[in-house]
């Protein structure tokens, strides 16, 4: 079972960068794939980017393309979001998350364990 927690999150203002992580406890991380999702208040969680085991191929939600780079660090049993030119819609909680085994996509409901999350808001 893997243990999640995400910091990095906090107020910015609007075009500035921020670098989230995502610190696992637990065996066997390097065999997830994972990924982060966000939640604005009042809206569904939703799915922000991808990274299959070893980083072989990364998703990114089309809304965020160009935006966000998602990478991950198995030595470090971490993995990272780094998000450019924030805007007041980039607002949320920010998830990460491991992927079961038996699910081949990106639907919340694939994902096996969660970390609680980190708030971004973004003031203009």
């Known amino acids: 079972q893997l243990q999640l927690v995400e910091s990095g999150g906090g107020l910015v203002q609007v075009g500035d960068s921020v670098r989230l992580s995502c610190a696992a406890s637990g065996p066997s991380f390097n065999t997830y794939a994972l990924a982060w999702y966000r939640q604005a208040p009042e809206k569904q969680r939703e799915f922000v980017s991808g990274i299959k085991r070893s980083g072989s191929d990364r998703y990114y939600a089309d809304e965020m393309k160009g935006r966000v780079t998602i990478s991950r660090d198995d030595a470090k049993n971490s993995l990272y979001l780094q998000i450019i030119n924030l805007q007041p819609e980039d607002t949320a909680v920010y998830y990460c998350?491991?992927?079961?085994?038996?699910?081949?996509?990106?639907?919340?409901?694939?994902?096996?364990?969660w970390g609680k999350g980190t708030p971004v808001t973004v003031s203009s």
């Open positions: 998350a491991a992927r079961s085994p038996a699910s081949t996509s990106w639907h919340v409901s694939g994902m096996a364990y």
